[in-house]
């Protein structure tokens, strides 16, 4: 089994105690205001599931889903529009709630495509943050952990979409790297 060679980085009590910090940061940081938490599919899902209720502010949710990356471990470079939000985000404040930031080119799309669209505000909310592999000039608002540069899953990140389901972050072994 995969699971049993990949190394557990970040455990489950980890990631909600971690959460928890990141949530009161936005709700005291939007006191007053009301949010439109845009989710990134399907990486963020348990993710955006925890942050949300643990955000003390009026919120509403949309999704978005983007490919990004083949079935290999490393980013194509290329991002398509799979699924765009339902609704207008004209004169709202908006955080992108994504799992994990590596090259980069996803969100700056992203947050291209999105401040596009006349909104109040856009910053970018990330579990999971791999500086080193950054290919454009970007900075996550908000930081859940900053990575080192292995490739990583559980808690929504997938294998060759497999193991989201997990409960814990594991490091991948080389040995089990899809095939690019
Ligand atoms: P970027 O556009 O290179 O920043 O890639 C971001 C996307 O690549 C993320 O939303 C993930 O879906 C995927 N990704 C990057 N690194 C990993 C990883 O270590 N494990 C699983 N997916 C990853
Ligand atoms: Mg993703």
Redesign the pocket.
């Given at each position: 089994m995969l699971t049993e060679r990949a190394k557990i980085l970040i455990s489950e009590n980890e990631l909600k105690e971690k959460i928890r910090e990141v949530a009161s940061q936005i709700s005291a940081d939007y006191k007053g205001e009301e949010v439109l938490f845009v989710g990134?599919l399907k990486?963020c899902i348990h993710f955006y599931s925890d942050l949300t209720r643990e955000v003390n502010l009026p919120l509403t949710m949309d999704f978005m889903a983007i490919s990004?990356?083949g079935s290999g471990?490393t980013?194509s470079g290329e991002?398509k529009m799979l699924k765009d939000l339902d609704k207008s985000i004209c004169g709202k404040n908006v955080i992108i709630v994504?799992?994990?930031?590596?090259?980069?080119?996803?969100?700056s799309y992203l947050k291209r495509l999105l401040s596009s669209r006349q909104p109040k505000s856009v910053k970018i909310c990330t579990l999971l943050d791999?500086p080193s592999?950054r290919k454009v000039d970007l900075q996550p608002d908000y930081c859940c952990f900053t990575i080192p540069d292995?490739?990583?899953?559980g808690y929504g990140?997938?294998?060759d979409q497999q193991y989201r389901n997990k409960k814990d972050i594991y490091i991948l072994d080389p040995k089990d790297y899809p095939k690019e």
């Amino acid at each position: 089994m995969l699971t049993e060679r990949a190394k557990i980085l970040i455990s489950e009590n980890e990631l909600k105690e971690k959460i928890r910090e990141v949530a009161s940061q936005i709700s005291a940081d939007y006191k007053g205001e009301e949010v439109l938490f845009v989710g990134i599919l399907k990486g963020c899902i348990h993710f955006y599931s925890d942050l949300t209720r643990e955000v003390n502010l009026p919120l509403t949710m949309d999704f978005m889903a983007i490919s990004s990356y083949g079935s290999g471990t490393t980013s194509s470079g290329e991002v398509k529009m799979l699924k765009d939000l339902d609704k207008s985000i004209c004169g709202k404040n908006v955080i992108i709630v994504e799992d994990i930031i590596d090259s980069g080119n996803t969100l700056s799309y992203l947050k291209r495509l999105l401040s596009s669209r006349q909104p109040k505000s856009v910053k970018i909310c990330t579990l999971l943050d791999k500086p080193s592999r950054r290919k454009v000039d970007l900075q996550p608002d908000y930081c859940c952990f900053t990575i080192p540069d292995e490739f990583v899953f559980g808690y929504g990140l997938d294998v060759d979409q497999q193991y989201r389901n997990k409960k814990d972050i594991y490091i991948l072994d080389p040995k089990d790297y899809p095939k690019e």
